[in-house]
C-alpha cells in the first residue's frame, strides 16, 4: 500500500522552510541595529580614506585633533559621515558621535605600525572635532554590543564592550 502524496509534499515543504531558516534566520528586531551598525562601519570607512588622503598631502601627518572635521571635509565627497547613525533619533542626527585619538594630534603616521594606531571611534563626546585619549569606549556600546573603530591604515573594526549573554 503506498503513502500518500500529500504526506511527501507536506514533509518537502517543511524541509525546504528548515533550509531557508537556516540559511536566512529571522533576526527579529535587530534589523535596524545592524543597518546602522553598518552605516557606521561605512562612515568611518569614507573618514579612513579622506585621512589616507589628507595625510598623502599633509607630509604623513595627521590634522590636529582641534580642527580634525574641519580639515577633512574637503577630501569628502558624501559631506556627512561625522555622525554616528547608532545616534540617529526620528531621522535626524543626535549629535556627532566620533572622536580622535588625542595621543594623534598632527601625528606622523608610520606605516608599519598603522594597522594598530586607532584613529577614531565612537564616542560619549557629541560635540564637533571631539578628541579623546584611546580607548574610552562608551558602555553600553552602540552597535550590537560593540563599538566601531578606524585606525591609521584605514580598515575599520568592531570592539567588544561588552559581555556576551
Known amino acids: 500500500m503506498s503513502k500518500p502524496r500529500w504526506l511527501y509534499w507536506t514533509a518537502f515543504i517543511v524541509s525546504f522552510a528548515a533550509v531557508l531558516w537556516i540559511m536566512f534566520p529571522i533576526s527579529g528586531g535587530n534589523t535596524k541595529d545592524g543597518a546602522r551598525s553598518t552605516a557606521c562601519l561605512s562612515n568611518l570607512k569614507q573618514l579612513g580614506v579622506a585621512f589616507s588622503l589628507y595625510t598623502e598631502e599633509n607630509s604623513s601627518r595627521l590634522p590636529p585633533t582641534k580642527f580634525w572635521i574641519d580639515r577633512l571635509e574637503p577630501f569628502l565627497k558624501y559631506k556627512d559621515p561625522f555622525s554616528c547613525p547608532g545616534l540617529w533619533r526620528n531621522g535626524e542626527p543626535n549629535g556627532f558621535g566620533y572622536a580622535m585619538n588625542q595621543f594623534m ?24 572635532n571631539a578628541a579623546e585619549y584611546w580607548p574610552n569606549l562608551p558602555v553600553p556600546s552602540r552597535h550590537n554590543k560593540k563599538n566601531n573603530v578606524l585606525f591609521a591604515d584605514a580598515h575599520v573594526k568592531g570592539y567588544r564592550t561588552e559581555p556576551n549573554d
Open 105 to 128: 594630534n598632527g601625528a606622523k603616521i608610520d606605516e608599519a605600525l598603522a594597522e594598530k594606531m586607532p584613529v577614531l571611534w565612537d564616542s560619549n563626546q557629541l560635540q564637533r
